[in-house]
C-alpha cells in the first residue's frame, strides 16, 4: 500500500512561486526507482489533468502549460516528491494531485499523463493564483 500527502498549496499572487510536496508513505523497501510519481491538478469546473511526471528511470515529462515554469523532483532519502512552480498564472488556480503508478510496466493507454494509469491518489492540496 502506498500513501501519499501533498502539502504547499495557497493563495498567492500571478507571477509568484509554490512549492509543493508530496509525502509518501509505504511498505519497507519501497524506492522511487519502481514507481512512476506524478502532479494532477483538477480546476473548477474542468477535468483532470497532468501537470508532470517523474518516471521511475528518471525521465521526466512536463504538460505544456507546465513546462518551462514547473520542475517536478524527488528525493529518495525523504520519500518526497516536489513541485516547484514559478511565475503562475490565475490559469494555474486548481486542486493539485500526487499520484504514483507501478513502474515497472509501460502504461497500456501508451501514455503517463492517463490518469487511469495511476493506482494511488492523495486528497489534494488547492493552489489558488489570483490577477
Known amino acids: 500500500e502506498v500513501q501519499l500527502v501533498e502539502s504547499g498549496g495557497g493563495s498567492v499572487q500571478a507571477g509568484g512561486s509554490l512549492r509543493l510536496s508530496c509525502a509518501v508513505s509505504?511498505?519497507?523497501?519501497?524506492?522511487?526507482?519502481?514507481?512512476?510519481m506524478a502532479w494532477f491538478r483538477q480546476a473548477p469546473g474542468k477535468g483532470r489533468e497532468a501537470v508532470s511526471v517523474?518516471?521511475?528511470?528518471?525521465?521526466?515529462h512536463y504538460s505544456i502549460s507546465a513546462q518551462g515554469r514547473f520542475t517536478i523532483s524527488s528525493d529518495n532519502a525523504e520519500n518526497t516528491i516536489a513541485l516547484q512552480m514559478n511565475s503562475l498564472k490565475s490559469e494555474d488556480t486548481a486542486i493539485y494531485y500526487c499520484?504514483?503508478?507501478?513502474?515497472?510496466?509501460?502504461?497500456?493507454?501508451?501514455?503517463?499523463?492517463?490518469?487511469?494509469?495511476?493506482?494511488?491518489w492523495g486528497q489534494g492540496t488547492q493552489v489558488t493564483v489570483s490577477s
Open positions: 499520484a504514483a503508478r507501478r513502474g515497472w510496466f509501460q502504461p497500456t493507454s501508451g501514455t503517463w499523463f492517463d490518469t487511469n494509469e495511476y493506482h494511488y
Open positions: 509505504a511498505f519497507p523497501g519501497f524506492t522511487f526507482r519502481n514507481y512512476d
Open positions: 517523474i518516471r521511475g528511470d528518471g525521465h521526466i
